[in-house]
């Protein structure tokens, strides 16, 4: 059983989220870049995440990249 899962269909309001307002989920990001970043002072800075195109998917891993 997954908490708030209908019959309808599984992870709802992930789907409602990314789908309807764009909003994603980064998780289990490794946090290295960015601790590295916040040691140099850099708290400005464009991040770019590059999944891999699954076709009809929700979810992928990918490589997150940030530019100062």
């Given at each position: 059983m997954i908490p708030g899962e209908s019959k309808e269909g599984a992870f709802d309001i992930h789907n409602f989220m990314q789908t309807v307002n764009g909003i994603w989920?980064?998780?289990?990001?490794?946090?290295?870049?960015?601790?590295?970043?916040?040691?140099?002072?850099?708290?400005?800075f464009l991040w770019i995440f590059v999944p891999v195109p699954f076709e009809g998917a929700t979810g992928s891993p990918g490589d997150g990249i940030a530019i100062r």
């Open positions: 989920y980064l998780e289990n990001c490794n946090d290295k870049v960015m601790k590295q970043m916040a040691k140099d002072g850099a708290y400005e």
